[in-house]
């Protein structure tokens, strides 16, 4: 039995990168772990792999950016598991374009899905947890340009940014309510995942630098460390502020970024 065993947690953007490898190790750690994604194919993957190697997992699908979908899905998880003890609100997207360029639809999607989610996130687990009365954890995914700015990225970088700022107002909540709920942040660099290809700058940037694999070496040498974050090494550090052993951590921003924000 790992360190969650009896525990059932929320992985948002589960079905890939930093949300899959934070959903495999949950789940090696006795964790119930509920893949929340709008991926179906990527959802059901990981969650099928899961099971395949002993674990309990579920996927439920999930748009992040939609009130009901919260409803529904915190719902179905008291229904089926009784209990909510963590939630990773992991799901987001990479968008560049400077203010100038960029349509006021495209920042507010960028917005919903990496801002208003975590509002979402946070609003309908506090009510579940706080209601239980079991305390709980809540980690935000943000980014080192959620504390750096970037030219060109200004809608990521404040989608992050809010994110930093809505978490330590939330973990202050917490606090004053007594509720035993600790919500902190997490602040990767670049991070060797299937973001960068879905991101709507990736293809002129790969072919600037002359293909997928030199972009990728470009990526790799921005940092201090000369490569990209693992997934893994990211959701080492979630599994950190879930876990009891963080307990007076609260309204923390965890930077795992290489060095990347210090230079
Ligand atoms: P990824 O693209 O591999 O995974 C993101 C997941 O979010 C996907 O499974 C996708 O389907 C899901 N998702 C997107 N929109 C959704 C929606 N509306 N509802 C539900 N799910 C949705 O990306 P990743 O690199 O693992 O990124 C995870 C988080 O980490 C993001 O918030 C990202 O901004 C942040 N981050 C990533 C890096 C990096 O370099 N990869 C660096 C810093 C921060």
Same mark, same amino acid.
């Given at each position: 039995m790992g360190k969650f065993a009896e525990k059932a947690c929320i992985i948002t953007?589960? !079905?890939? $990168?930093i949300g899959e490898a934070t959903s495999v190790l949950f789940a090696r750690e006795g964790c119930s772990v509920i893949i929340a994604d709008i991926d179906m194919e990527n959802g059901k993957r990981v969650s099928d792999s899961i099971a395949h190697k002993g674990g309990v997992s579920r996927f439920i699908k999930h748009d992040v950016t939609s009130e009901d979908s919260w409803r529904a899905l915190i719902a179905e998880v008291e229904k089926e598991y $009784?209990?909510?003890d963590v939630l990773v609100n992991n799901a987001g997207i990479g968008f560049a374009g400077t203010i100038t360029e960029m349509s006021y639809a495209e920042w507010q999607t960028v917005m919903r899905i990496n801002l208003d989610s975590v509002f979402l996130g946070l609003k309908y687990s506090l009510e579940m947890m706080r209601k239980a009365g079991r305390g709980g954890a809540i980690i935000n995914v943000s980014s080192v340009a959620g504390i750096v700015a970037a030219p060109g990225a200004a809608a990521y970088c404040a989608s992050k940014a809010g994110i930093r700022l809505l978490t330590k107002s939330a973990a202050l909540e917490s606090a004053a309510a007594g509720d035993g709920i600790r919500i902190n942040s997490v602040h990767p660099a !670049? @991070?060797?995942?299937?973001i960068w290809k879905k991101s709507n700058w990736w293809n002129e940037f790969s072919r600037a630098h002359g293909g997928d694999e030199k972009a990728m070496e470009i990526m790799a040498k921005n940092s201090p460390l000369k490569r990209m974050a693992k997934p893994e090494e990211i959701a080492a550090g979630i599994l950190y502020l879930a876990?009891?052993?963080?307990?007076? @951590?609260? $309204?923390a921003e965890l930077v795992i970024d290489g060095g990347f924000s210090i230079q």
């Open positions: 953007g589960g !079905a890939s $990168g $009784g209990r909510l !670049a @991070v060797d995942t299937p876990a009891d052993e963080s307990g007076y @951590v609260t $309204g």
